[in-house]
Antibody, heavy 123, light 108 residues
Framework: QLQLQESGPGLVKPSETLSLTCTVS??????????WGWIRQPPGKGLEWIGN???????HYNPSLKSRVTLSVDTSKNQLSLKLTSVTAADTAVYYC???????????????WGQGTLVTVSS | EIVLTQSPGTLSLSPGERATLSCRAS???????LAWYQHKPGRAPRLLIY???SRATGIPDRFSGSGSGTDFTLTISRLEPEDFAVYYC?????????FGGGTKVEIK
C-alpha cells in the first residue's frame, strides 16, 4: 500500500523559505512509471498544482510559482522535497504531496495523495 | 491555462439518490486527461475516475464518469452514507495542471 507522508514546520515567517519533505513508502521514488509532486489548498479556496519531478531531476512547475519553487528528490531516503522562497500570508495552505503514475493510455493522473500538512505564514 | 468550472457548488441529496456532477472546461481537450477525486476533511483526496471514464482501483461501480471535449460528468448512481464529500475534477492534459472549484455533496 503506497503511503505519502508530508512533514515540516507548521509555521513560517513572512519572507522566509517554506521547506517540506514527503516520505514515500510502498513504492520506489525511482520508479520509471511515476512522477512525484506537490499540490496546495489555501483555507477556503481551491486546489493549486505546484509542480512535479521525475526521479532523474526533471521538473515541471506552475508558472505562477516557478520563480519561487524548487522541487528535489533524495533517492537514498525515498523522499521528495519542496522549497518555496519569500513566502507571504497568501502561501498559507494545506500542502499535499502526490504521485502521478502512468496509466494504460500512457498518461499520468494523480493516483495517490498524502494527507496534507497545514503551513501557516505568520510573524 | 485550462479553467475548469464545476456545478453545482453544493448538491443536497439523500442516501440512495442519484448525484450528477458537472465539470466544464474553458477549452477542449482529450478525455484521456480528465480525472475526478473525492475529498473528505482531514483525509487524502482519493482518485475515483481517470481518463474521464475509467474507475480507479477499488472504486465501487456506483461511480461513473463520462464526457468529452469541454463537458464532463461524474455520476454516483445511489448515494451511500460514505459518499458525502467534496468532489473535484482535474485536467492533466496541459501544464499547469488545474482543478475545478469542487462540488460539495451534502446530506439533505
Amino acid at each position: 500500500q503506497l503511503q505519502l507522508q508530508e512533514s515540516g514546520p507548521g509555521l513560517v515567517k513572512p519572507s522566509e523559505t517554506l521547506s517540506l519533505t514527503c516520505t514515500v513508502s510502498g513504492d520506489s521514488i525511482t520508479s520509471t512509471n511515476s512522477h512525484w509532486g506537490w499540490i496546495r489548498q489555501p483555507p477556503g479556496k481551491g486546489l493549486e498544482w505546484i509542480g512535479n519531478i521525475y526521479y532523474s531531476g526533471n521538473t515541471h512547475y506552475n508558472p505562477s510559482l516557478k520563480s519561487r519553487v524548487t522541487l528535489s528528490v533524495d533517492t537514498s531516503k525515498n523522499q521528495l522535497s519542496l522549497k518555496l522562497t519569500s513566502v507571504t500570508a497568501a502561501d498559507t495552505a494545506v500542502y499535499y504531496c502526490a504521485r502521478r503514475a502512468r496509466d494504460s493510455s500512457g498518461s499520468y493522473p494523480i493516483d495517490y495523495w498524502g494527507q496534507g500538512t497545514l503551513v501557516t505564514v505568520s510573524s | 491555462e485550462i479553467v475548469l468550472t464545476q456545478s453545482p457548488g453544493t448538491l443536497s441529496l439523500s442516501p440512495g439518490e442519484r448525484a450528477t456532477l458537472s465539470c466544464r472546461a474553458s477549452q477542449s481537450f482529450s478525455s484521456t486527461y480528465l480525472a475526478w477525486y473525492q475529498h473528505k476533511p482531514g483525509r487524502a483526496p482519493r482518485l475515483l475516475i481517470y481518463g474521464a471514464s475509467s474507475r480507479a482501483t477499488g472504486i465501487p461501480d456506483r461511480f461513473s464518469g463520462s464526457g468529452s471535449g469541454t463537458d464532463f460528468t461524474l455520476t454516483i448512481s445511489r448515494l451511500e452514507p460514505e459518499d458525502f464529500a467534496v468532489y473535484y475534477c482535474q485536467q492533466y492534459f496541459t501544464s499547469p495542471l488545474t482543478f475545478g472549484g469542487g462540488t460539495k455533496v451534502e446530506i439533505k
